[in-house]
């Protein structure tokens, strides 16, 4: 063990072990979660070379290897409850995406959904036992969010009782599911439907796109791989061009809509119930978010306490770079949101398991609010982790740029979340519609519930960002609830500026449409806003749930320089619309630097306690013992282009060259 | 062509060709130019495959090949100026660091500095023709920026008149010169020199480390690759370790400091002769700062010009991307970046001939100012580049993933130079010290000249951040030269409220380099405030060399658009400052908005301006012709993975679990 780590383990002020368990939810989690861990890490099954090492066929060869191991041992373990799988699955590809994941993810549960009883019979058990591979092709290489600009047509046939589906352009080429390029032998396909002359809009269906047996293409199907990406070099993302497919008519996913024998469309009877699964994989987004960012900043802060460089007073040993301010400045506000971010996931978690109670019972009142919020936390979350991960690389020097820091595959393999699942820009204006529809049901005088409540206020008492001289300025710097109530109004004006600039946009001959494109920046600031006033709150709440003393303590602290951090980077918010005069703008600039040195003694017990597993880690940066400097030399030895001595290249180009000089 | 492009096109305002020789300083540049990238482009000798479709090995291979051409050809063609070989090699490698940068830019260089006359003899002309190959292995495992902290030593024994050079530790193996895991056969090594007792600090050594004729590593020396990176895969960035490597007395770089055969040591005359590389190095990273900014937003600008998605209006055709403000609040002040840092390179350079005229006369006063300007300028640029990369890859959506669009790559290649040749926020500390020792001067009545001469004035004019109202608004901001203005009281009063934490510091108990760095935020951000104001500034300037109406027009757009979204994004500065009114900070978010409409029409004449080739940018979505989808297509179906229909993990892992289920 490294003795510069040892020794800041011996500075913390409190309970590591406790601190695990809070954010586990419980310690009986943290006993089953190091359990599962404890099954793969141990397992020589899935033992396996660092993917940096290996080519792209071979990163894909060995990920579905494990993948087909870790399906079996699943069973194997009797392992079934969906955390623990999504645990296991954790462990097994240490947070990388693999070949199955669309099938696992999407095709079981999307024929769960909306396949009818007989169509469960046929797919769902072949499924269910890797017969039936499959992915789920939305996407097309011309069309993302927008599900109505999707151009795949599946025409119906009455003569023959049958679907015919085209890729009637290249743009309209199924283009990025996952499992897609090599894997599946089957995909639900989404395509425009068209019958007895009209569109019906877009429909799913199955469609047999490989041989069960040979796994060669099927007739009318050009099908594979859409290339290397940034990250993501396990998956085979695939494209799928289908050229007059004919597919039976009970191969459309028929629970809701239909299509009877003849041709006639008969209309599902809700839109909200596809509704569900986005909220979900939204809010587990929020979760994923705060593991990347935690790992980042395990890595960061550990090699932070091991790194000696220059000088803070002359003549005096190398400090641990963790004891320069500007050090500190990057990595504990990252911290601190890397706690924020887990207590929001928690939270997103619990709401959607009650408001998913509350759907099954047919009460959608909670759904609206929870999409919203969904949307904007996951584009808020996955924005400051994205550069969060990447402040965290740069704050490790050169180091963070090689492999073997993790660092590089932590923020490839997690950027995509900001475009996935709902582009963050598109996220945060869908946000914004629902935060401006409560502003005008407030204005009319309903009164509003739930996160947006505070609207109500707004309505009382109308905000003049104008007049800042005239907000009296009540707010503690030093008190939580203060600082809440100040993160909320920000919201609240922020909210009604970008109303104003609706308006305004309306009376300057604009059409509504064009006044709201025309303000979506203002749309997107008030969304950014209401995200963050939720996340201090949330905070702020989950303090309230911590009995042990020291835990409060520190955790207190680093929500305090989490709702601090955000009125300083955003100081021109708060000063703009008069909620902070400018002697307390400069106060919480000292504040921070306060907090930065309170939480020195513990920044390395703080990211200890997130209690990830080296294996899972993965980073001769992180490591836990602080050893990093004799596992780099070993690591890099390694390396493929140390099997010889000499590299080819040396007789065939460079020493030729001399003679021809 | 694309018809959406070429309307774009259609619709600019100004003359393309005659911005694009501005750019390139002017019209026989371009010319010049032009004719250097077709004898590359034209070469089949250099064509290559993909980078992305290949393994590491083969990626160090195929650069290899091609920097052996390279040398042949530049010779062949007579290419001898500086700038013109650089930009020879930017086309050969398009924009990627190769296995000979360190040779050609470090070791040759180094040699011409440092060696004596004999030196000269023994090595320049070898290493001329390739027959050594050399290195500069500065940095260790365990040390970077720090110089005094490097371990390697070089001990002189005079019974043999040899050095004897060791490693003595693992974090003391020089670790990351590039070019040294396999290409070069010699290395400038820097080490402590010991002799007769004593330790005279880093000096620098010709090191031989594999054989001439074999390319084996000599005996001593244990060196190879240090492993994969985020980028810079065609770099064989290496690892050296020496175990008592016994080395001629003559192979000490001795034109300055000396030691005789019997150990004297004999110091340097001057210590600042090292200085204007590293000026020069990091004036040439702000024009790759620029270079790097200018590609990504090309590639966006153009792919959200033919890219549709969503609805604006509903019922209407999907609109071009590029009509969303969300999407121009993007990309705009990117591009107005982009122009900045290419005008502030220009200017960079131009400084730099200037002063190193005076320094070759043996006038070093400007030095101090163009060292700190370049440090900070270099650590602004290349940070701000940085994220802006990333804003432009991410405003792709999910095509902005894939490695055709060339963004993962331009970010990869592009990241470390906030690290390299000085970690950036050392660079701002730089920067900060002589800002706060001018500060100290202006108050001690001595008149400053140059980019800190308005410490001056905030002499004078003793600014008190606290009284907002007390300071007239006298700024317009639509005036650049008001807006320059406000930008250089904003630095004034950061670098006043940086020197009164420290002197806050120092009243509290504080040692002087304690005081320095618990204020060290307060310096960044002032260093960060002063690079801002010289940017404004030069940009500002450089609008009054431009005669052609059309281009002034559109070029006082961008600096306007870059200065306000400076002040946006910053606008706690100036409303704490008193600097701008409530009211301005208002109409400053509403000018930004309308700027943006007014660059609509020119966005892609604009990024055409920069004119870089097809090949060298060699983006399927930044194409010139706009043919975006049909490249796509075509480059998936060459991945490596579409080499076979069935991917041998089918046989191998999942047809064989269908029957273990």
Redesign the interface.
């Known amino acids: 063990m490294n003795p510069d780590i040892t020794r800041e383990r011996k500075n913390a002020t409190f309970d590591v072990e406790k601190l695990t368990y809070i954010l586990d939810g419980g310690p009986e989690k943290t006993k089953r979660r190091r359990e599962i861990e404890s099954l793969v890490f141990s397992d020589p099954d899935f033992s396996e070379e660092d993917p940096?090492?290996l080519?792209?066929?071979d990163r894909?060869?060995q990920a579905?290897?494990k993948?087909?191991q870790m399906?079996?041992k699943l069973?194997e373990y009797g392992i079934a409850d969906p955390e623990e799988i999504y645990c296991y699955k954790k462990c097994v590809h240490p947070d990388r995406a693999e070949p199955l994941d669309l099938h696992l993810g999407m095709f079981l549960p999307t024929l769960l959904n909306q396949a009818t009883p007989e169509q469960m019979d046929r797919f769902f058990m072949p499924a269910w036992?890797?017969?039936i591979?499959g992915t789920y092709a939305q996407?097309e290489?011309?069309?993302?969010?927008?599900l109505?600009?999707l151009e795949t047509t599946a025409t119906y046939d009455p003569a023959t009782q049958e679907f015919v589906l085209n890729s009637p352009t290249?743009?309209s080429?199924k283009?990025?599911p996952g499992g897609l390029?090599?894997?599946s032998n089957h995909a639900i396909v989404l395509a425009q439907l068209h019958t007895l002359g009209n569109c019906h809009g877009i429909h799913a269906f199955i469609v047999p796109i490989r041989d069960m047996s040979?796994?060669?293409?099927l007739p009318g199907i050009v099908v594979?791989?859409?290339?290397?990406?940034?990250?993501?070099s396990e998956v085979?993302n695939g494209?799928l061009k289908l050229e007059n497919v004919r597919l039976p008519r009970d191969n459309m996913l028929m629970k809701y809509a239909k299509v009877e024998p003849d041709g006639t469309y008969l209309k599902p009877p809700s839109a909200k119930l596809t509704y569900g699964t986005m909220v979900f994989i939204r809010s587990l987004i929020v979760g994923e978010s705060a593991r990347a960012l935690s790992k980042a900043s395990i890595i960061a802060i550990r090699y932070s306490s091991v790194?000696?460089?220059?000088?803070?007073?002359?003549g005096e040993p190398?400090p641990q770079i963790l004891?320069?301010?500007?050090?500190q400045?990057?990595l504990f506000p990252l911290l601190a949101t890397a706690y924020a971010f887990t207590f929001v996931g928690q939270y997103m978690r619990e709401t959607y398991q009650r408001i998913s109670g509350d759907i099954s019972n047919g009460d959608f009142s909670q759904l609206p609010e929870l999409h919203a919020l969904c949307a904007g936390l996951k584009a808020f979350t996955t924005w400051t982790t994205?550069?969060g991960i990447?402040v965290c690389?740069?704050s490790c020097?050169?180091h963070?740029?090689?492999?073997?820091s993790a660092?590089?595959d932590i923020?490839?393999e997690f950027?995509?979340a900001?475009?996935?699942e709902g582009?963050?820009?598109?996220m945060m204006?869908q946000t914004a519609r629902y935060l401006l529809k409560s502003y005008r049901q407030a204005k009319d005088g309903q009164q509003l519930s739930g996160t947006v409540s505070y609207l109500n206020d707004a309505n009382l008492q109308r905000v003049q960002?104008?007049t800042?001289?005239a907000r009296p300025t009540v707010v503690d710097v030093n008190d939580l609830s203060s600082l809440v109530e100040v993160y909320k109004q920000r919201a609240a004006i922020l909210v009604e500026m970008a109303a104003k600039s609706i308006q305004q946009e309306l009376q300057h001959r604009k059409?509504q449409?064009?006044a709201?494109?025309?303000?979506?920046?203002?749309l997107?600031r008030a969304s950014d806003a209401h995200c963050h006033y939720v996340i201090v709150k949330l905070f702020t709440n989950k303090l309230g749930e911590i009995g042990d003393t020291a835990i409060h303590s520190v955790l207190s602290t680093l929500a305090l320089l989490y709702a601090l951090h955000g009125i300083?980077n955003?100081?021109?918010?708060?000063?703009?619309a008069?909620l902070l005069s400018?002697?307390q703008?400069?106060q919480v600039?000292v504040r921070?630097?306060e907090l930065l040195s309170q939480l020195r003694p513990n920044a390395v017990a703080l990211v200890d306690s997130f209690d990830v597993n080296d294996k899972r880690l993965n980073s001769v940066l992180g490591r836990y013992d602080g050893n990093v400097?004799?596992h780099?030399?070993e690591?890099?030895?390694?390396?493929?282009?140390?099997a010889t001595?000499?590299?080819?290249?040396?007789?065939?180009?460079?020493?030729?060259?001399?003679s021809?000089?």
């Not at 290489?141 to 927008?146: A, K, N, Q």
């Not at 790194?307 to 002359?314: D, F, N, P, T």
């Not at 004891?323 to 050090?327: N, S």
């Not at 001595?645 to 001399?658: A, D, G, N, T």
């Open positions: 940096n090492f080519s792209r066929s894909y060869d579905v290897r993948s087909a399906i079996l069973r036992n890797l017969e591979i996407t290489m011309g069309h993302g969010t927008h109505r600009g290249i743009s080429i283009w990025w390029g090599k894997t040979t796994h060669i293409p594979g791989d859409i290339g290397p990406k940034f990250g993501f085979d494209f790194r000696h460089q220059s000088e803070i007073r002359a190398e004891d320069y301010q500007t050090q400045y990057k994205n550069a990447e690389r740069m020097g050169g963070g740029y090689s492999r073997s660092l590089p923020y490839v950027t995509p900001c475009t996935y582009e963050n820009t598109v204006l960002p104008q800042v001289a059409c449409e064009d709201w494109n025309n303000s979506s920046i203002d997107v300083k955003n100081s021109g918010d708060f000063l703009q008069g400018v002697p703008v400069l600039s921070v630097k400097y004799e780099l030399f690591w890099a030895r390694r390396s493929p282009l140390n001595e000499v590299h080819e290249s040396f007789h065939k180009y460079l020493k030729p060259l001399r021809q000089l």
